[in-house]
Structure formats: structure tokens, C-alpha cells
């Protein structure tokens, strides 16, 4: 009896000591254990705010799946922990908590230390200040990736442009020109300007950027360090560029079989009226007595003997009689002169073809492919008059309204070969 007496005393005692191992800790030993899980997850919501941040940077691309990713299983991990806490184990039961595991790109990024240069090269590397101004907006993260993407889009998209413009002459050439000699004679390249550094032949075109085109061969060549400091006389009259049939028939035809051939075109109609407006609406000592006292002697009825004498004060309408007249009084020029006429496209095939209209594009695009120093760019200097604004569309409008239907067809007619080559619509609808 007395040994059943002990037993049961020991059991009791046993039954005691588990009771004690599985007791709940003290209120502040809770406190603590909420306090610290608390913290980590502020901690935590904090740095993925700030990864939403840097997402939302114009041009920055990051990873937030991962770290929405590491926090869900971070929650995981405090529930289970919390669960664990609370749940009464069985008698002799052992279920020690292994440690989180985090991904493994985490584990890369922990295994950087501060000062070393290692990072996740997948992701960008990111500072404390960085973070703070990219908060503020003041700072913004280039896209590379992006930025290289866009440039080769802009690059097939304007070489897709240049095949189209080739293809374009050729066709009209085949179709209008096909009886024509192949012979290249010293008249079909005495337009065109050459610069050997570049490998490059410019045909000129008046009223269609050739002024500024001097200027960006003139650098190109080496004869000035910018365009800014060429002056309007140094470019027209100072003969600092060669011109193609200025070399011997051998000369001509090695730079026109390797050289690279450019050509700048205009809408004609457009191109026609900026060269009557800077040639006889300005003053100006050689068109004037040259070309506009025979058009006023033959156009104007009832001329005054002082326009007689100096040939200002051309109208638009005389200048386009003039124009279309077969028996001019005087004879033709290269301003107003057809483009196919200058440049002699059906003989020459340009690797090139440039537009006013997208002149800026296309000339530095040209550039870049010829290899011209990063810093030279197309300028933008207006020559002539530079207070007058430049020829626009509607300002073509106005000068071609003071035309009846039959002389804006007959003009259209004159250019019309320009504009099937390079491909310009009709300016009137009432033209056929």
C-alpha cells in the first residue's frame, strides 16, 4: 500500500513537472515577442513601399513580384511562429522551428557586404539618397535597355524611309526615263559637291538646305571647327569645296561608285516660292538688273521707266509668266530650277534621299551613318533675309491664290517629274 502511495506521489510530481514545462510565460516576455514581430514587419512594409516608389520612376523597371513574394512568406513565417507559440504541445513532443528560408536571390543580396561592390546585377543598385530623391521626383533612372531599343526602332524606321525614296525614283525612272543615254557626262555631276574624309557627295539643291549643307562639309572636310562660325560669304563665295566634275573622268567614277551619294529635295511649289521671295522681294544687286528688268519689260503693260531701270518689284504672277514661257527673255536658273534637272537622279542612283520637310531627322540620321563627329549636327541658320519667316505651306497658299486654275496647272506641270520622284501629293485639289 505504501508503495501504491508512493507512485502516485511520483506520478503527481511528473504530472507537475510537464504541467510546469508547458506553463504560459510572463505577460512582458509577450510584449516583447508582439513588440519585435511589430517592428519587423513595419520594417519590412516600409522597404516595399519604397521599392513601389522606385517602381513607379519614369523609364525603371524593377522586380516587385519577388519582394511582394518574400513578404508573403515572411508572413508565413510570423504566422506559423505565432501559431506555434500558442498551441499546447503533447507530452514529450519536440517540434523545434527551423530557421526562414528566403529566396535565393536574397540570400545574394545578403551575402554583399556594404562595402563591396558586388550587387544583384539584375537589379539596379539603389542608395539611401537615391531612394530619397527619387521620392521627391528630382531624381530620375535612365532606362538603357529602353533608351537602345528606342534608337534602333528610329534607325530601321528611317533606313525602311530611305528604301522607300530609292525605290520610288527608280520606278519613275524606269517608267519615264528608261530611253534615256547612261552616259554620265560632266553636266549630270556639275552640282555636286565632294568631301573625301567622309566619303561623301552632296548634290546641290537651292531653297532645299544647301546653304547649311556647305556649312556641315566645310567641318567635315576640316575647314572650320563649327558651323557657327561660317558666315553666309564664306559659304557662297569662297570656294572651299571642290566640286565632282572638277576631277578628271577617273576621279569622277571611282567617287561615284564608293563615295556616299546625298540628295535634299523640296515640294516644288513650296521651293519655287522661297526663291521668288528671297531672290526679287529682297533687295538684291544681280536678280534684280538681271532677271527682273527683262520680265517686267515683257509682262508688265504700262511699265514705269524706273522699274525699267532697276527691275525691282517683280510680281508673282510676272515671275510665273516668265517661268512657263518658252521663248524666255532670260534664261533659266538653278534656284528655281527642277530637281531631277540639277541632280540628274535617273543617272546618278543617290544612296540617300533626304526631305525639307523632315530635315532635321533625316540630316542627322545621315551623319551618324557617315561617321561625323557626335557633336557636329545640322544648323539651323536661315541665310538671304533672316528677318523674313521661312516659306511654310501656307504661306505657298497665298502667293499661288493670286494664280487662275490654268497657270497653277501649267506650274504644276513644270515640276511635275519632281513630283512623282520623290513622292509629293498634288497641292490642288482642281489639279489633274
Known sequence: MLFLDCKMVDALRGRRRVRVSVCKPPCSFWFLLLFG??????FIHLQDLSDMVLQQAPGVKFRGTTQSRQCAQ?????GSVSASLHQRPEEGDVDPIS????PDSQWKRQAATPGSREHDPGSPQVTKRHRKLLKTGLLQRPNTNSSSSSHSEISRRLSD??????RIVREVCGKYRSNISRTITPHHVSRIYVEDRHKLLYCEVPKAGCSNWKRVLMVLAGVANSTQEINHVSVHYDNHLKRLDSFDRQGITNRLETYTKVLFVREPMERLVSAFRDKFESPNSYYHPVFGKPIISKYRVNASQAAL???SGVTFREFIHYLLDVHRPVG????WEATNQLCSPCHLHYDFIGKVETLEEDANFLLRKIGAPENLTYPSFKDGNPKAARTSTQITQHYFSQLNASERQRAYDFYYMDYLMFNYSKPYKDLY
Do not use: A, N, Y
Not at 524611309?161 to 530609292?166: A, D, F, I, K
Not at 533659266?332 to 534656284?335: E, G, K, R
Open 37 to 42: 514581430v511589430g517592428g519587423l514587419v513595419l
Open 74 to 78: 515572411f508572413s508565413e513565417v510570423v
Open 99 to 102: 530557421p526562414m528560408q528566403l
Open 161 to 166: 524611309v530611305q528604301e522607300s525614296r530609292r
Open 309 to 311: 531701270k532697276t527691275g
Open 332 to 335: 533659266m536658273d538653278i534656284h
